[in-house]
């Protein structure tokens, strides 16, 4: 079986290049056969009903230049890179939604993933579950936003799709907010705002899922308020109580996800779902809790592929 595991660009690759190993390792592992699929390197080709996609060989293998034909049985939706413009963005999400349509099994589903990478939309769907997320409102108006602050007093300003902690800030003054809200209007960027919680410990929980099943948790205390291994949070193995354990594995079902981290937040409110990560990086998760997600996300994807 050749799985393919979607990347982009060196550079992007490089800040996930543990991950990859970890994951190419594990299908070689499992007898099968890993290779990289760039997403910024795609061609899709239609006619008379087939689907063909390739990509440069150059890219592929490392070998020659000219493009060849993708033959996957099964693939890993990483990434699909830095995003300059909304029509490269869906080019690239369709180029993935085209193994889906060859019959070829792609997890996360592209469109599951959609939601998942997408702070409102994942929590969108959360809520309209009756899963406890926080308080949050989107908009377009930079006075309603305004009025968000004002509301809740003190707020966390996110992008819809980041990664990290990066470009995430947490404000109380609504005339100090504003300012920022300008210039996000004036860039045509949507506003989300989300009521600030004490976290209790001072961190949150990642819960990782995979197949349905709780694989582990840690606790992540940042040096901040922010819980981020990217910004300096320390994780630690915990071993998640029944509700933490019943809430990650719901968020996941409910988003339609093989495999995601989910970030639990323990609050005054009780715990709260803060993100979904379905293309999560792993490397504190794994030296904290001395589990590697990879073989298990592998023999999920080899189980779902043969169905």
Request: aromatic letters at 10%.
């Amino acid at each position: 079986m050749r799985i393919g595991i979607t990347s982009v660009s060196n550079v992007f690759e490089e800040w996930n290049s543990k991950d990859v190993a970890d994951l190419k390792k594990a299908i070689s592992l499992s007898g099968n056969t890993p290779f990289m699929i760039y997403a910024d390197s795609l061609d899709i080709a239609l006619n008379k009903g087939n689907i063909s996609i390739t990509q440069s060989s150059e890219r592929a293998s490392g070998m020659s230049n000219g493009r060849e034909e993708i033959n996957a049985d099964a693939v890993l939706l990483r990434h699909l890179g830095t995003i300059r413009d909304y029509e490269q963005f869906t080019f690239r999400l369709f180029c993935i939604k085209s193994f889906e349509e060859k019959g070829i099994y792609v997890m996360n589903p592209v469109m599951n993933w959609l939601f998942a990478t997408d702070k409102f939309g994942a929590l969108l769907k959360l809520s309209n579950k009756g899963l406890p997320v926080p308080e949050t409102i989107v908009s377009e108006h930079m006075f309603v936003a305004y009025s968000a602050v004002r509301k809740f007093g003190e707020a966390v300003i996110k992008p819809l799709r980041s990664a990290m902690g990066f470009g995430v800030f947490r404000v109380n003054d609504p005339d100090v907010a504003i300012h920022s809200f300008s210039t996000m209007t004036n860039m045509n960027k949507p506003l989300y705002v989300q009521k600030y919680f004490e976290k209790r410990g001072g961190g949150d929980y990642r819960a990782v899922v995979v197949g349905g099943e709780l694989l582990g948790t840690e606790f992540r205390k940042g040096k901040t308020w922010k819980s981020n291994v990217a910004q300096g949070a320390v994780p630690v193995k915990v071993k998640a109580d029944s509700e933490l354990e019943e809430l990650a594995i719901r968020s996941c079902e409910v988003l339609g996800l093989d495999y995601a981290g989910i970030d639990i937040a323990e609050t005054s409110e009780g715990y709260l779902v803060l993100e979904t990560n379905p293309t999560l990086s792993w490397q504190g998760f794994k030296k904290a809790t001395g589990i590697n997600p990879a073989k298990h996300i592998v023999r999920e994807i080899i189980s779902k592929a043969k169905k």
